[in-house]
Structure formats: structure tokens, C-alpha cells
């Protein structure tokens, strides 16, 4: 079936075909893999997925390529290494369908944006602050603070994408 892979390193999102859960794994280069539900697909309302590696954010060095998940000139989130789009019926992630035809490469880098490798250093320090903010609150004052911190370190992220 019909996905996208999207890779930081060569800073591209290309067509590919995907038939197996399983294939993910190797398409990302993981052991584990999380999803990011993107929206339903209008023509059959099946789940539009982003597979990224669960550990990516975990495991990342100075050689480290990102990019930034976006929603509408916001960012959403940031993800290290390979992605892939796939359509995912009712969201059971055991097989794929066919993504839709307007699920192309050029409608994808509308809300991918890579980091440029040049400032991977600087994106790395960002990721600690994300990691740093992860904290479970208890109240309605705590969970506020911790909104306010991750638009903060959300607006450094779309203050280096390219």
C-alpha cells in the first residue's frame, strides 16, 4: 500500500510501499515504534498515521537529523531520524490501506519542516528541554505552567526550522 517515509538525515519525503506492520521497524530503523494519529482520510475515514520511532528523542547524539511535525504554522512536536505515513484502518495498526491520492510527498512538506543538520546541536538542546518538561500534574495550576513551558519550547523549534 501507499506511504510516505520521511527522513531527517537526507531531508526528504518520498512515495513507498508498505504492506506489513512489521516493515515499519526496519523502514524507521527501530525497535519500537509509536503513533502520531494525523486525522481521518475523507474518502473512507480511515486513521492517517505518522509511525516514529518510540525512543528517537531518547537516543539522539550530536549527528542527530530532526524535523517538525506542524500543526498549521504551529509545531506540533519534533522527531528524530525516519517517519512513516501510512493510512491505518480504524486505527488497529495491524495492516494498511491505500493513503489517499492527495497524500503525496509536496502535501506532506507542508507540515513536515526539517531542521537544518548545521543546527542539530541546538535542536539537541531543545529535545533536553522537552524531556526536562515531561512531569504529571495534579492540578489545574501545574498543568498550566507546564502548557506554558512547552509553547515556549515549541516557539524555539519553529525558531530554527527552515
Known sequence: MKALLIDS??????????????????????ELVEAIRLGKASKDG?????????E????????STYF????GSKVRCMISGKAVIACDPEGESSEFSELPDMATPEAASKFIKFIDASKSVEAGDIVNKMLGATTVCFNEHDLLQVQKKNEQIMSEVAAIIK
Not at 46 to 54: F, G, L, Q, R, S
Open 9 to 30: 538525515k537526507t531531508q526528504t519525503i518520498q512515495e513507498i510501499q508498505i504492506e506489513k506492520f512489521d516493515e515499519l521497524y526496519k523502514l524507521i530503523g527501530c
Open 46 to 54: 480511515n486513521e492517517i498515521t505518522m509511525w516514529v520511532d518510540e
Open 56 to 63: 528517537g528523542l531518547l537516543n539522539t547524539t550530536n549527528d
Open 68 to 71: 517538525a511535525l506542524l500543526n
